[in-house]
């Protein structure tokens, strides 16, 4: 059995049905569904009435029930059971699932036990609750337990660098191990992922497992770490294999392996460089800084280079060696930084050697003498210096105290060479002594000066200053002045603010219900008053019964502040608390705003309005969409074309068809029937070229892809255009949606705002959708238009090949040809119906990257390779370990969303997902977008499909719909936005914004 490959990268995408609803009454659906088909089941065999089974999980299957009652039938709603025993009565004696689809696994105590046999049953619900008649059965038995073990292995192999008798010699590292599969008659199957791999403890073998390295290996092992022999000694491997029933076959012919002794030391590496400012004698002179020590690489003839020792001298001579060791791990250049680098005005020698993976290290090379420049440029002074006295800068403040601690901070000066520490100095103003002058060593950029002693009545300055390790010193930085009055203490606290007002969008926040959790909030109050004066005011943001969420130190006299808060707690209520503190730091008692809740009022999207449109209204109006109007194939391809003859440069595009070309390595053929099918029908102008005011491509749907949004960007959007000849041919132009234009928060909204005009054809609607579309397709960025990538889907090629195909186009500067690239995520494939290695290979990969294929994270990696195009047809992925990661694998490809597995259970596979549509019909949208019934991957023999192997729904406009609406709230859009004009509340960051984009689907 081999799985359908299919998949997709993100791609077109399709618009939402509307249900319209009457005012017609609707009788109860009381009329049960007719009964589902026969059970059916895969048989090993049958014996009469009888499907005999292997003792395993086995799936029950049925065809679908049918309702003529009108309410239909429910896609989860069958019941199935089974019998007790041997035999059945048509019905339930032992229920597996009242919500079941049409097909079931069975599994555990629900399978007969060996030589026994069991009954099973279907019948199903509508959705208005009626079960239908149970169907007719199926009697299943299972096969006796297996107890054949598979067959021993082909021989143990492995690369080896040379032979002696049966004996592989190898390099002193790691070495990979290999057999031919085994295999297995007994029914269960063999395990292909149970292989035992052995060894045995020193040079000779008994023929089977003394050291275990693994039982649950495949066909090859990477042999590590104390599983090698050591140097000099030889082991022999075995491997061995185990069915699904457990059983293990005999060992394999086992091989024997010896590692070879390196004794042999690397070369020297190449004389030691420097980049010098210039030279004297033997010696290279550089300005004060870090530079590069460079050598050209040693070479080993055994185990290989493995790294690199660099050195210094103490001081001005060397001695060939090492006196302080820089590194022991190094390649060939390192950057001397720090204490490393001689003194200004003093030399070190640099020297290198290397080290191979055996251990042996090679000689030293040639030094280099390095001498620094003498420094005599002073560093910049220091900047934003705050000194503080009480939390209160000290400029022109009177302190009561004779021993104040003055907290100061300033931001780091910079040097060409290195800043070695700051001096800060405490100045008598009157004789200008220095009371204090403590050093604080670089990077702290802060410091507790703790006083005493100072004197009524007198006036005291601070200063900073920065010191290089040259001992230059930069300009002192005055912190300001302060007096010393010495009174009594002030212990009495100033009033409480009055007029205390807190407002969200205008509005007292007293009472409101805010929809979004990072509200920006408007303080004001009167000032408060006290003998010793007021010097500052702290507002508060708090959760009634919680903790403080933002925090303000407002400096008086201001009275205002704007509080943004941020990830409040839906359901929570808040408050605004504002208190005063005086100049001898008493504080006040808070006054206290009303209250307010965070509720989580939903964001509507309506996807037919601004996810995906393909209203005719839009796809077919007169302006816009006839002869170069801005939604026409011509006014995409004239903006791409910059100052180009946009028919020349569309041309040059069509002619990547017509010969063959490598992309990636991968070969992709010509194509005849662009020129049959597509270029020679094109109307054409007087002088021959292409007429792009009657192209042949009809606009099918605009799309909003706000769920990919990445780095830089709010997402993509796309112009999907298709035409009708053959079976059809798609263009979709992709298009970021940069925030160099808008930012995420503008974007979305913009889109939103189309709800604005219920009615698509109002002159409203569709200028704001002109505004969107102008924006992202027809707005160059520094030249150059924000486009992702081009693609193509080809249906005109089926009738000379029976093949689809998918081709991905880039622009690469403003006015470049559009260009052929890989299909992103794609590998190259096998021809048709051949080479099962590369099946295996692709499963392979598959199973290796199960846990990022999940998590819809992978990236195509070796031994894989990313295609040049993608054809619709090709089988691969036989047998993966998990359906899921095999689903995740073909949608991140192109042809995976357009072939099998967005076929719907007992449906057609749609080829495309928004479909070339005739004049005056709107495009028709496949199933892949709604709430429908679809393969994983299907059972094919002779190429033909019997059945779903397993199914799921994917309802791709419901996942894009919540997405959008998750983004709208996290900027802060409201119930009221559509009302007046929108600015956002706040602007999701790179990170947060691609964390919202998971599982990017087709």
């Not at 808040?574 to 100049?583: F, G, P, S, W």
């Not at 029908?681 to 909003?704: C, E, H, M, Y």
């Not at 830089?712 to 234009?741: C, H, N, W």
Request: glycine share 10%; hydrophobic share 30%; charged share 15%.
């Amino acid at each position: 059995m081999f799985s359908t490959f299919i998949g997709s990268r993100p791609g077109p995408a399709a618009a939402v049905f509307f249900a319209l609803y009457s005012a017609t009454p609707v009788w109860a659906d009381s009329t049960p569904p007719s009964a589902a088909g026969p059970t059916t089941v895969a048989c090993q065999s049958t014996s009469g009435n009888t499907c005999i089974v292997a003792d395993a999980n086995f799936s029950i299957s049925v065809s679908p029930a049918s309702d003529s009652g009108g309410s239909g039938i429910d896609p989860n709603g069958y019941q199935i059971c089974r019998s007790d025993d041997t035999d059945g009565w048509g019905g339930c004696e032992v229920n597996l699932s009242l919500a079941g689809p049409t097909s079931f696994v069975v599994s555990g105590g629900h399978r007969p036990a060996p030589g026994k046999r069991r009954a099973y049953y279907f019948r199903s619900r509508d959705n208005a609750g009626n079960w239908g008649p149970w169907n007719t059965p199926r009697y299943v038995k299972t096969a006796g337990a297996d107890n054949t073990p598979p067959t021993a292995p082909g021989p143990t192999t492995t690369s080896c660098q040379s032979t002696s008798g049966n004996t592989c010699l190898v390099a002193d590292g790691n070495f990979t191990l290999s057999v031919s599969p085994a295999s297995d008659s007994g029914g269960s199957g063999l395990n292909h992922s149970g292989y035992q791999y052995c060894r045995s403890n020193n040079t000779s073998g008994w023929g089977g497992c003394e050291v275990s390295m693994t039982t649950s290996g495949g066909t090859s092992y990477l042999v590590t770490g104390g599983h090698r022999p050591p140097p000099g000694q030889r082991r022999a491997y075995y491997v061995r294999a185990r069915d699904n029933a457990g059983n293990w076959g005999p060992w394999n012919t086992p091989r024997y392996i010896q590692t070879d002794v390196d004794t042999t030391p690397p070369t020297m590496p190449g004389p030691t460089t420097v980049s010098c400012q210039s030279t004297s004698g033997n010696t290279c002179l550089v300005p004060v800084g870090n530079f590069t020590v460079s050598a050209a690489a040693a070479s080993d003839a055994g185990s290989g280079v493995a790294g690199y020792q660099i050195c210094r001298s103490n001081d001005v001579t060397g001695w060939g060696g090492c006196a302080v060791n820089l590194t022991l791990n190094g390649g060939t250049s390192m950057v001397v930084s720090g204490d490393h680098r001689p003194a200004p005005g003093a030399r070190r020698a640099y020297y290198f050697r290397a080290k191979d993976h055996a251990g042996n290290w090679g000689p030293w090379n040639d030094e280099r003498y390095v001498q620094t420049l003498p420094d005599d440029v002073p560093p910049s002074v220091v900047s934003q210096l705050r000194a503080r006295i009480g939390g209160q800068l000290i400029s022109g403040l009177e302190v009561s105290v004779a021993n104040p601690t003055i907290a100061v901070s300033w931001q780091a000066a910079t040097d060409n060479d290195q800043v070695s520490r700051y001096q800060v100095v405490l100045q008598r103003v009157s004789n200008g002594s220095w009371l204090y002058s403590p050093w604080v060593n670089h990077p702290t950029t802060q410091f507790n000066l703790a006083t005493s002693g100072l004197i009524d009545g007198q006036q005291y300055q601070l200063w900073v200053r920065a010191e290089d390790r040259s001992g230059n010193h930069s300009g002192f930085v005055s912190g300001g002045v302060f007096s010393v009055d010495l009174v009594d203490p002030d212990t009495t606290p100033p009033s409480t603010v009055g007029n205390l007002s807190a407002q969200i969008d205008g509005d007292e926040l007293a009472g409101q219900d805010i929809d979004h959790r990072d509200p920006t909030i408007a303080v004001s109050w009167s000032a408060a008053s006290d003998a010793s004066g007021i010097s500052r005011y702290q507002v508060i943001l708090r959760q009634i019964g919680g903790s403080t969420v933002q925090s303000l130190s407002i400096n008086h006299p201001q009275t205002s502040a704007t509080v943004q808060g941020s990830g409040l707690t839906v359901g929570q209520r808040y408050q605004i608390r504002v208190r005063a503190q005086d100049n001898a730091d008493n504080w006040g008692s808070y006054a206290n705003s009303g209250t307010f809740r965070v509720i989580d009022l939903p964001v509507t999207v309506f996807p037919g309005h601004e996810l995906v449109v393909n209203s005719l209204a839009v796809v077919e109006d007169p302006t816009r969409t006839t002869g170069c109007g801005a939604w026409t194939f011509c006014a995409m391809m004239t903006s791409l074309a910059g100052g180009q003859d946009p028919a020349d440069y569309t041309r040059n595009w069509l002619r990547q068809w017509e010969s063959d070309h490598n992309v990636n390595g991968d070969l992709v053929e010509a194509r005849s029937h662009m020129l049959t099918e597509i270029v020679n029908p094109w109307p054409k102008q007087a002088n021959g070229k292409l007429d792009l005011t009657r192209s042949p491509f009809r606009l099918l749907a605009i799309v909003n892809r706000a769920d990919l949004t990445g780095p830089g960007d709010a997402g993509e959007a796309r112009m999907v255009y298709g035409t009708e000849r053959g079976s059809g041919f798609t263009v979709i132009f992709e298009y970021k949606m940069s925030t160099a234009l808008m930012s995420r928060g503008e974007w979305w909204s913009e889109w939103h705002r189309l709800n604005l005009h219920p009615n698509q054809a109002s002159a409203g609607y569709l200028e704001q959708l002109q505004f969107l579309t102008d924006t992202f397709a027809r707005t160059p960025i520094n030249g150059r238009i924000s486009l992702g990538q081009v693609r193509t889907n080809d249906g005109l090629v089926f009738a000379t090949t029976f093949l689809w195909e998918w081709r991905e186009f880039n622009q690469n500067g403003p006015g470049a040809p559009l260009l052929h690239t890989t299909v992103k995520q794609t590998p190259q494939r096998a021809p048709l119906f051949g080479f099962p290695e590369w099946t295996e290979m692709v499963t392979q990969w598959i199973d290796d990257n199960e846990t990022a294929l999940l998590n819809q994270t992978h990236v195509i990696s070796a031994p894989l390779q990313l295609a040049g195009n993608d054809t619709g047809f090709g089988f691969y992925g036989d047998h993966t370990n998990n359906p899921w990661a095999r689903l995740n694998f073909s949608q991140a490809t192109c042809s995976g969303c357009h072939v099998s597995e967005t076929t719907p259970v007992g449906g057609a596979a749609p080829f495309f997902h928004i479909k070339p549509r005739p004049a005056g019909q709107v495009a028709t949208l496949s199933q892949f977008f709604f709430n429908t019934p679809l393969c994983v991957d299907l059972v094919h023999s002779s190429g033909e499909l019997i059945q779903c192997w397993n199914t799921y729904t994917q309802n791709e406009m419901g996942r894009r719909k919540s997405l959008f609406e998750a983004r709208l709230r996290s900027v802060g859009y409201k119930s009221d936005s559509q009302l007046k004009t929108f600015q956002p509340t706040r602007e999701p960051d790179d990170a947060e914004a691609v964390k919202m984009s998971t599982k990017r689907v087709h």
